[in-house]
């Protein structure tokens, strides 16, 4: 039997715990904080240990299960991986390009697996706009929009620059990788609004000031489809949505149980008949699918379907954000308008300071200044 150790005992390590449960595995928690694990594992019953570390050093636990917030994802990733155990990480990958090479680096020193937790390409509503693009049922897309809100109430951490919070590594990371997962990594990436729009909110009961966006706009365009993203923390209730556009009708979607699927066909083609195709998904549980698939692969039963090269392309996209946001914004500021206005490649102006809405230089990737951060493996 597979001997899991989840480290971080939080929100999501619960979600872990309850899924894990379902199957075969032997259940290890640890965080930094003892009590917090003591209390979990009384909870649900299952092992605990007093320490990370013990988890680390463990030869019985073959994979760990990272739960911690994102800034410390590297670092136990990479011990993981150095240890000799297969590792499950909850998305993101990481913040920052520099953290992903170091983690591509481990990999490839490494036989064991790594998977990053998203989610969402195991929602079968998702899977369904997947084949459907891939059967060509819309021809080729051209237009897509994507939303996803809600306000990361959970914790205070996810609102703070200094701790990897705002909305970019919460909640955009999972539109990223659904794009990257449904057209390939977009080839230009252009932040159209990237700001903190309620720097004073409740978090889990505490009145906090926030630095970190919470408001994220990208325009950008991916194997010749446009693709607007949007996402914020300032949605009271979960919204998630997406369309997509293309030359052989629409596809409508989203993660939300209440929602329909379409694929709008203007002409038949395949499974889908002429005009619109209604399909509605019961509610599932991601975590059973995802973790379930998790061990699949380390039993070498099925192919990773969270590559890490996917969450390194996301990575390269989040790379881009923050360039453009420390760019045109004050470290610490909490408003920062990157409207995309016509400023010659070439041009080496600095943007106007003070205003709210600046300049910003979209990337194109291929380019000098944009090219691929890391190449492919
Ligand atoms: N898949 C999803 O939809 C989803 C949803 C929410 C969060 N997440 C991700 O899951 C991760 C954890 O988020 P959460 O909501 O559970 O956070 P959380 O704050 O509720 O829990 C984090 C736990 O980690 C512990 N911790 C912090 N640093 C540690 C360290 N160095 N070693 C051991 N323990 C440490 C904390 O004490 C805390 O108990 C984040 O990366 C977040 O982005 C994913």
Redesign the pocket.
Known sequence: MTAIGI?????????HILAYRKLPVRIII????PD??RSLADQYRVEYREN?EDILADTEITATD????????R??IIRSLAGGKHCF????LCGTLREAKEIREAAARSDRVLMV????RFHPAFRVVKEALDSGAIGTPYLSLFRVGGRGN??T??HQRAT?GGVV??LL??KLDQIVWFFGPPERVDVLVGETLRPIRTVHGQTISADAEDLVVLDMQARGTRVICEADFITPSYMDHMEIQGENGSIFSSLLHFMPTIIHCNERRGIYNQGSNFQNFPMVN??ELELAHFLQVIESKVQNTNSLQDSIYVTEIIERIWDSLNRFGPPGGQRWDAGRTAIDSADTRQPERGGDHRDYRGFEIGQPSGGPLLPEV
């Open positions: 480290i971080g005992c939080g929100k999501i390590a619960e979600r640890a965080d930094a904080s917090v694990a990370p990272i739960c911690v917030p994102t800034a410390c994802h670092e136990m990480c909850e998305k993101p937790g998203f989610l969402q959970a914790a951490w996810k990897s590594l919460e990371v999972h991601l975590f």
